[in-house]
């Protein structure tokens, strides 16, 4: 009789087997729909592929020759009793994030399993590894709540999604089906609502469950590393373009150039602004760079400008039409109040623990709408990944960079210090490092550290 490890052994041989003779395939078109990806695929002559602990195996297909490689795939293979690696954070106390080993979850009826294939570093993730969370956190918590993967297995109540399909997942991971806001499709403010990592275990790991209710397919041509970050996009999209209106031509002013102001930012220029004012502190002299390529008419802060004289200096002197609050402190609200002009709106989307010690007697003396977002819904998440995979929101390569998963610590703190704007973690790459490093070849094609027209390799340390 053969013991679960024999058993586990068996698999891995057969898999190794299987990937012996497949090297044998020759090059060109072949119907990568075999594989779990829909469509016609062009294998590159320097195939790489390799075994992951769990005996499953990844290749990276592109659609057409001169094309990067656009997908990472895996075959399913029983994924019981197995563990995982996972970025987890254990205590309220500062620095109490580790990367564990964690079992593999079990799915429901109407989840599906993802191998996650890339997973976005979020601003609150660095504010719960270096200081205390204001929210309520169940730890132990795998972080990450910005991420996309492939579906490895669903459950049986599942409709629509299949294994092999490339998707990504909002962030309310468990709601109140009877909440009066769930009814009106306002899941994201259902006071009941509980999101990935912090709630339920996130996607800084290998596999991560996921109800059907808030999957998005994704096309082929959008790669997982642009699409770990709709979920901060949907947050930039809710509030510059759903809780507040943008006319083409308004006077727009960003304050925080972090990557949720960066992306309203981006926005905010989809949305027809015309004079789009980045607003900083001279720490954020880098990020106020990016802002520009982004498509920022003028970067402020960098020089510790005084921002309200220079508004008078816009236009007719009056002000902004619209401000979009996205710092993560309450005094810069002021500054919001000083800037915009009579009758214009704030959108607060950035957060701020501490106690406001100013009057808001410019908000009713200036009859200004003051408006908080939070979070997105459905109808966000299509649009946001129509204008991802159509190209209209580009935020440059300079924004994202990739570290795999094991150097979780070296993403956060390059975030945490304003080094870079965003870090993206591919949770497999480790496992494939070995060919990854090797595929320095002629065409270079399937390196799973390669650069992507969004995101490059972060060099250096
Ligand atoms: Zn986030």
């Not at 769990?54 to 399913?76: S, Y």
Request: with cysteine.
């Amino acid at each position: 009789m053969l013991s679960i490890a024999a058993a586990g052994n068996l698999i891995a041989l057969l898999t190794e087997l299987v990937l012996f003779f497949d090297r044998g395939s020759p090059e060109g078109q072949i119907d990568v729909a075999r594989h779990g990806v829909p469509g016609k695929g062009f294998i590159p002559p320097s195939l790489q592929y390799s075994t992951t602990p769990f005996g499953r195996r990844f290749k990276a297909v592109r659609l057409a020759p001169d094309q990067e490689p656009i997908n990472m795939w895996c075959e399913n293979l029983p994924l019981m009793n197995r563990t995982m690696p996972a970025v987890v954070n254990y205590a309220p106390e500062p620095h109490s994030v580790e990367l564990r080993e964690v079992p593999v979850p079990e799915i429901g009826d109407d989840d599906v399993l993802l191998a996650v294939q890339a997973v976005g570093v979020c601003g609150t993730d660095i504010h719960v590894a270096y200081g205390q969370h204001r929210g309520k956190i169940n730890y132990p918590v795998i972080l990450g709540h910005e991420f996309g993967g492939v579906i490895v297995k669903t459950g049986k109540n599942v409709h629509g999604f299949k294994e092999g399909d490339r998707v990504v997942s909002e962030t309310a991971a468990v709601i109140d089906e009877t909440s009066p806001f769930v009814h009106r499709g306002l899941y994201n403010l259902d006071p009941g609502r509980r999101g990935y990592g912090f709630g339920v275990d996130g996607a800084m790991t290998h596999y991560t469950k996921v109800p059907q209710r808030i999957l998005h397919h994704i096309p082929d041509t959008l790669s997982f590393e642009v699409a770990a970050l709709t979920e901060p996009c949907c947050v930039a999209y809710n509030a510059t373009c759903g809780n507040v209106r943008i006319f083409p031509g308004d006077a727009v002013a960003v304050i925080g150039p972090g990557p949720i102001g960066l992306l309203c930012a981006a926005m905010a220029k989809l949305a027809g602004a015309g004079d789009l004012v980045v607003i900083g502190t001279p720490a954020d002299a880098r990020r106020l760079q990016i802002a520009g390529q982004i498509g920022a008419s003028a970067t402020l802060g960098a020089q510790g400008e005084d921002i309200v004289a220079w508004t008078r200096s816009l236009r007719d002197g009056y002000g902004f039409d619209v401000v979009i609050d996205a710092a993560g402190v309450s005094p810069t609200l002021k500054v919001a109040l000083d800037i915009v002009r009579p009758a214009g709106q704030i959108s607060k989307v950035g957060w701020g623990q501490q106690p406001f010690n100013f009057s808001l007697d410019p908000l009713v003396h200036k009859a200004v709408t003051l408006q908080g977002s939070f979070s997105h819904n459905w109808p966000i998440w299509e649009r946001v990944i129509f204008l991802l995979a159509s190209g209209q929101l580009d935020f440059g390569k300079e924004f994202s960079h990739i570290f795999q998963l094991a150097e979780w610590h070296e993403a956060f703190a390059a975030m945490h210090s304003a080094e870079i704007v965003k870090a993206v973690l591919l949770p497999w790459v480790k496992e494939n490092a070995g060919n990854a490093v090797s595929a320095d070849s002629a065409d270079n094609t399937v390196n799973a550290e390669r650069q992507t027209p969004n995101a490059e390799r972060r060099t250096g340390n």
